[in-house]
């Protein structure tokens, strides 16, 4: 693919839209760039020239110069550099230089310094071209603008609109002196909005804001955490990271996370926006039919931004990936169920819950506690309840499984922790540089500063591996959940910090506010690595409730306090699709409902669904009833315990997904459109999606008294009825109808696909490793079909150097063949393979005959002989042909 890229110089209509927190019109900086936008409309005259000589260095891949804000009386003269990456992708930066001796940092904040995990690469100039259609490199002087094409074809412009905008520093005593025409200075010095009063803005406003038009792209996706379908809609979207109360159905209000990645897909050519920038920011969206335009807007920070193009999505997520990092591959025992709640009472309780599960026959990997395990709520302390923390995990890992316990960012003031915390300098400070004392769970609380390198140091002392350590002890079945990191803060404005508090080098919360759920969960995940490393179980589990873009490579998500109706399930499909989109497609959501009691019906029909969830927990409010497995009793229990069974014995297919998104990005639970981008329907369903490349296509009823569903495929390819994971029909048209009963799971299998299975029932997944494996061959159209399966020890990470084995099966002309690569040793026996819709008079292996049957017109060879770590082939002998469908 060759791109051009063109300067020139972009204002789209916008109205606020009303947030349970902050609307844009009562947000100072969303509310000026608004008004600048609407007069740029009406002026179209642009304040931004490049009216000095530029540097054109690292032979073409780098062009920089200054940018001139024309002011009516003065010129602010502005740094920017555009470079051309590796991979065709492409970087724009726009800062300030500030001369202001302050006691705060007064530069402008650099996300990319902790999103961005190295030096980026820049591009070959032997293929990169510059040019304006003279086969030069032009900037003009007026009308700053880009132009991006790709095969020759404009498809994305850059301020065509003239919104750029980035409110330079100035005093408010010559405020007026430095305004351009179009804009307003509502709010530029003080925040009137009725919890922020106290406010102080010291520098005043810095906000940054461009617009984006994707030319012929009507398809927009990402941005998230937002309460919404999967495909984007009209409106403006605010990434703000809070602790938001009992969220509403189809709000664009803000949550708990905030991944500035936008992506747009059309056949044969996706595209991604990565907005780097951890301030309050807002996305305004419309869909002309001239394609996608979108304006941006963040509080401050620099104007920093990457331009990501690929013939299909999943390219675009492996080139963001490649900048940001790719999701971890966790132990295995994390892709199983977890069980949870607010809370279980003490340590008899969480052993009986234990026993029960055996008791029903019903697997899981890890029982959670919540904050009441705590000594009033002390984080690093256990209360009376729980005499013998060391002794309960070792009962624990009799089974394989593993505790995760609670710990949030807010510190109880007095405590042992707070009192290090607050004497070594490693708190979050108020605008007078003094610890900041808020309410929280504990009550009157501090912060942990995630930013200073001390807080790292202190917090690798507390997860220590040692018999010593009366919290996490020398038992290494025991990982961390971080909640309430956006920071929340019970009575802070928009119940979070107050955006003038001060953390490491200098800088206001403001600037780096959506970093601080990333940076505290980064800080567990090392403090946990550094513990494990000297065992075999060397992979953390963190779960964590904020994020932000490079979150993925450090830990799993959930979609917060959900509730128990219907609707809340529905959603939950497209959120965690669009996470997945947004490369964070490790996320689940709370199976249940985290408010409220559900139905029988509603917590079975959850169940089915959440076992599809790559974080697959059950979790409920302390005032809500209890819900295990069994307590809804028959026939919701079996039903239940049925597809929970069926999660596991696919295992092999989740852990191949997980495997496959650490090395590529691509989405856990893929939308339709990510397999065809052929067809326009696919870009809009999401109530249906993919378990990564396995060919498991699965549409869960979500719908309370459904008695049937319809089944949209995304291509022309013949699909196998797999529902509850048993074959009993083909299809091979555009859609299908399926009735369902309260058992069943709608899914199919895409034809050309082999999946790989464990059917033995284990108490947890480490229980399982030695099982034999059985394999689904579900032919495609023209007999052929392929898949793989990758296997490692599950928990250390010799995987990183070669330890691993990947088989990767075929079938074609006749003979089923295992490939494979790697030296991990793992001789897995296979029990049985079933080739569904084929016929066979005779197969052999080596010469020598093996033995099958004929199941509903389907092939089922018993007992092969054959392992996953040796090469094989297996040929079927006679016709290898489909029924008519």
């Given at each position: 693919?060759?791109i051009?890229?063109?300067f020139?110089?972009f ?33 179209k005259?642009?304040n931004?020239?490049?009216e ?5 260095g690292?032979?073409?891949a ?20 555009l470079?051309f990456?590796?991979?065709d ?9 500030r001369?202001v ?26 293929s990169?071209t ?12 007026k ?7 790709v ?46 009063t106290?406010?102080k ?39 703000y990271n ?9 709000s ?24 780097i ?9 419309s869909?002309?039919k001239?394609?996608?335009k ?18 299909s ?22 892709l ?64 394989g ?25 490693l ?7 003094d610890?900041?004392?808020g ?15 001390g ?47 001060l ?5 206001e ?15 567990t995940?090392s ?25 993925q ?15 809340y ?16 497609p ?18 079975t ?10 974080f ?18 028959e ?35 893929k ?5 065809s981008?052929?067809f ?11 378990l ?21 495929f995304?291509?022309?390819?013949i ?6 994971g ?84 075929e ?12 030296t991990?040793n ?29 199941i ?11 392992h ?7 040929v ?10």
């Amino acid at each position: 693919m060759q791109i051009f890229a063109i300067f020139y110089w972009f204002c789209l209509v916008i109205s606020a839209k009303q947030y349970l927190f902050k609307s844009c019109e009562e947000n100072g900086f969303c509310k000026r760039n608004i008004d600048y936008c609407r007069n740029k409309l009406q002026t179209k005259i642009s304040n931004y020239f490049i009216e000095d000589a530029i540097e054109v260095g690292s032979e073409y891949a780098v062009i920089s110069g200054l940018l001139t804000k024309k002011l009516p009386n003065s010129d602010v003269k502005l740094p920017f550099q555009l470079s051309f990456l590796e991979n065709d992708n492409i970087r724009f930066t726009l800062d300030e230089n500030r001369n202001v001796d302050l006691n705060i940092n007064a530069n402008r904040f650099k996300a990319s310094e902790h999103v961005l995990p190295h030096e980026l690469r820049l591009k070959d100039s032997t293929s990169i071209t510059i040019h304006d259609g003279a086969e030069k490199i032009l900037l003009l002087y007026k009308d700053f603008k880009i132009e991006v094409f790709v095969n020759e074809t404009l498809q994305m412009t850059i301020n065509e609109d003239k919104f750029l905008n980035l409110e330079h520093f100035r005093n408010e005593s010559d405020n007026q002196q430095q305004l351009l025409p179009e804009e307003s200075d509502f709010n530029m010095f003080r925040d009137n909005f009725k919890d922020s009063t106290s406010d102080k803005l010291p520098l005043g406003p810095e906000s940054i804001g461009l617009d984006f038009n994707f030319v012929d792209f009507h398809n927009a996706y990402g941005i998230p955490e937002h309460s919404k379908g999967l495909k984007l809609e009209e409106e403006i979207y605010r990434l703000y990271n809070v602790d938001i109360f009992e969220y509403e159905v189809d709000s664009n209000l803000p949550m708990y996370g905030s991944i500035p990645f936008l992506l747009v897909s059309k056949p044969r050519l996706s595209m991604g926006l990565f907005w780097i920038n951890s301030a309050d920011t807002y996305i305004n969206l419309s869909k002309p039919k001239s394609g996608a335009k979108t304006h941006w807007m963040s509080e401050n920070g620099v104007l920093d931004f990457i331009i990501f193009f690929g013939e299909s999505p999943a390219e675009v997520n492996k080139k963001y990936g490649e900048i940001t990092g790719f999701p971890t591959l966790p132990q295995l025992f994390a892709l199983g169920y977890h069980q949870c709640r607010w809370n279980y009472n003490d340590q008899k309780d969480l052993l009986e819950i234990n026993s029960l599960f055996d008791e029903h026959q019903i697997p899981y990997d890890s029982i959670w506690l919540d904050i009441e395990y705590t000594d009033n709520k002390q984080y690093f302390t256990w209360n009376s309840n729980f005499p013998d923390p060391s002794g309960m995990l070792d009962e624990l890992d009799l089974t394989g499984r593993n505790l995760i316990i609670i710990i949030d960012p807010h510190i109880k003031k007095g405590s042992k922790v707070s009192n290090h915390l607050q004497k070594n300098g490693l708190t979050l400070m108020n605008s007078e540089n003094d610890t900041f004392y808020g309410h929280c769970w504990p009550g009157e609380s501090l912060w942990v500063d995630s930013f200073n390198p001390g807080s790292q140091e202190y917090w690798d002392e507390l997860h220590r591996l040692s018999p010593e350590n009366k919290v996490f002890f020398d038992n290494t079945n025991i990982h961390l959940w971080n909640d309430m990191n956006e920071i929340s803060v019970f009575d802070g404005p928009e119940t979070s910090s107050p955006r003038d508090n001060l953390q490491y080098g200098g800088y206001e919360e403001r600037s780096l506010h959506n970093l601080n759920g990333r940076k505290f969960h980064d800080m567990t995940y090392s403090s946990l690595s550094k513990r494990l490393e000297s065992t075999q179980r060397q992979r953390p589990f963190v779960l964590t409730r904020s994020f932000f873009a490079g979150s993925q490579k450090s830990a799993a998500m959930w979609t917060g306090d959900n509730m128990s109706k219907w609707e809340y399930l529905k959603l939950s499909i497209p959120m965690l699709l669009n996470n997945g989109v947004a490369g964070m497609p490790f996320g689940g959501a709370d199976v249940g409902g985290f408010f409220g009691n559900p139905s029988k019906d509603l917590l079975t029909r959850w169940y089915q669904t959440g076992i599809w969830y790559p974080f697959f927990r059950g979790h409920a409010h302390i005032d809500s009833r209890r819900r295990e497995p069994w307590v809804p009793g028959e026939p919701y229990t079996s039903i239940i315990r049925d597809a929970i069974n069926l999660r596991y014995t696919l295992l092999p297919e989740f852990y191949n997904a997980f495997r496959e998104s650490s090395i590529s990005g691509m989405p856990i639970l893929k939308p339709l459109f990510y397999e065809s981008q052929k067809f326009s329907k696919n870009y809009d369903i999401e109530d249906e999606f993919f378990l990564g490349n396995s060919g498991i296509l699965v549409k869960p009823v979500t719908e309370e008294t459904t008695k049937e569903v319809t089944i949209v495929f995304p291509d022309s390819e013949i699909y196998y009825d797999f529902t509850n994971g048993k074959i009993s029909s083909r299809y091979h048209t555009q859609s299908v109808k399926v009735p369902v009963t309260l058992s069943d799971i709608p899914m199919v299998i895409k034809g050309g696909s082999i999946i790989s299975r464990k059917m033995r029932y284990r108490r947890s997944s480490k229980l399982m490793n030695h099982d034999p494996y059985t394999l689904v061959v579900a032919p495609s159209s023209t007999n052929s079909a392929s898949g793989s399966l990758y296997v490692d020890d599950y928990e250390s990470f010799d995987y990183k150097n070669g330890s691993f084995l990947v088989a990767n099966f075929e079938l074609k002309n006749g003979k089923l063949t295992n490939k494979v690569t790697g030296t991990f040793n793992a001789p897995r026996r296979i029990e049985k393979i079933l080739i569904l819709n084929t016929h066979a008079t005779k197969v052999e292996h080596d010469g020598a005959s093996l033995r099958f049957k004929s199941i509903d017109g389907n092939l089922e060879i018993q007992n092969p002989g054959l392992h996953i770590n040796e090469d094989w082939n297996i040929v079927i002998k006679k016709d290898l042909v489909h029924d008519e469908l």
